[in-house]
């Protein structure tokens, strides 16, 4: 693997893209961006990248066959990912061991990067925690082209943990990023791309129509019936889940009315039934997508999840010290 190339980016280089769209209610930046196939950022729109930019070199053996340039909206859910899959790194100032490698979620459609994402990386570098953002490709109906990303986001880390002060490295994601990330805890290939832990945030689990969130499902595996149903049990992931399957924590709410509770609920029952440790909490409003976009990010009154979200903080918080 061709890792070392780097080259640091200047405010000049991208100003232009930064001045057009609306940035994060932070000021954290990454420390670097690792783009995983591509050797240059030429032609990035995205204004959350690192200050050095770093190219891993890995072989794209999935291709969604998107083209043409990113759309970031306001929001910071980013559309049309291809050439540019990249994992922003934030490295804390007194590194705890820990280190979350994030997906956002986003129907596989997006990639929510700001409310799943940098705000995301701002509450774990509080805690110690080293923190990789995958802005991973979009499937457009090719199934292996997610995970590709993520699985070549844990190689690159791990091959640089050391450096990192890093001994233990994670999984989280949101709804379908919580898909995304339950699938790299149930369908890696070896000790480097099985994460040491694993949390879902209301996530995607089952492919099966009825209980499952349609857009994922469509995104994932494409319009192609014979191949939905060629693929739809591999995907389900409670159907993956095994003896292996990482240490998990699951949050949700009773009233997500997009993804329902009954997909963390039947991964949870089968988790336990294979004797992982597994803790879930289930709060009784606070709907779907409300991931770290807390008052302090989106002002007063705005936080459907604001009764419950400190409490959630210091429960997640808890889990992941003792897992040290």
């Known amino acids: 693997m061709n890792i070392i190339k780097t080259f640091f980016a200047t ?49 794209m053996a999935n291709d969604n066959r998107l083209s043409g340039p990113e759309i970031v909206p306001a929001s910071g859910n980013i559309s049309n990912i291809s050439r540019l899959a990249r994992v922003d790194l934030y490295f804390p100032e007194k590194p705890n061991g820990q280190m979350v490698i994030v997906c956002p979620g986003g129907g596989y459609a997006i990639v929510s990067s700001y409310n799943e994402g940098v705000y ?143 997909n963390s609920l039947i991964y949870y029952n089968r988790l336990i039934e294979m004797d992982v440790p597994t803790e879930m909490h289930i709060w009784p409003s606070g709907e779907h997508g409300w991931g770290f976009s807390s008052e302090e990010f989106t002002g007063k009154g705005k936080d459907k999840f604001a009764y419950a979200r400190e409490d959630f903080y210091e429960l997640l918080a808890a889990w992941l010290k003792n897992l040290r």
């Not at 995983?36 to 729109?45: C, H, I, K, M, R």
């Not at 690192?50 to 190219?55: L, P, T």
């Not at 091959?159 to 999984?171: L, T």
């Not at 709804?175 to 949390?199: E, Q, V």
Request: charged share 20%.
């Open 120 to 262: 995301v990386a701002d509450w774990m570098l509080k805690q110690g925690i080293t923190v990789a953002v995958v802005k991973y490709r979009l499937p457009n109906g090719n199934h292996g082209v997610p995970y590709e990303d993520v699985a070549n986001a844990f190689r690159y880390c791990r091959n640089n943990a050391k450096k990192w002060n890093v001994d233990q490295i994670g999984v989280m994601g949101f709804s379908a990023g919580g898909h995304l990330a339950a699938t790299a805890s149930n369908l890696w290939t070896d000790a480097i791309t099985r994460p040491d832990f694993s949390i879902l945030i209301y996530p995607v689990i089952t492919l099966t129509p009825g209980t499952t969130h349609h857009g994922t499902h469509k995104n994932l595996l494409g319009e192609k019936r014979m191949v939905q149903e060629r693929y739809m049990d591999k995907y389900s992931l409670e159907k993956q889940a095994g003896r292996q399957t990482p240490p998990t924590f699951l949050a949700l709410c009773s009233d997500d009315k997009t993804v329902p509770a009954e």
């Open 11 to 59: 405010a000049a280089v991208m100003l232009a893209a930064v001045a057009v769209f609306a940035q994060p209610n932070t000021d954290l930046r990454p420390q670097e961006t690792v783009l995983l196939y591509a050797d240059s950022f030429e032609g990035n729109v995205d204004p959350v990248y690192g200050k050095k930019i770093s190219f891993a070199g890995f072989e």
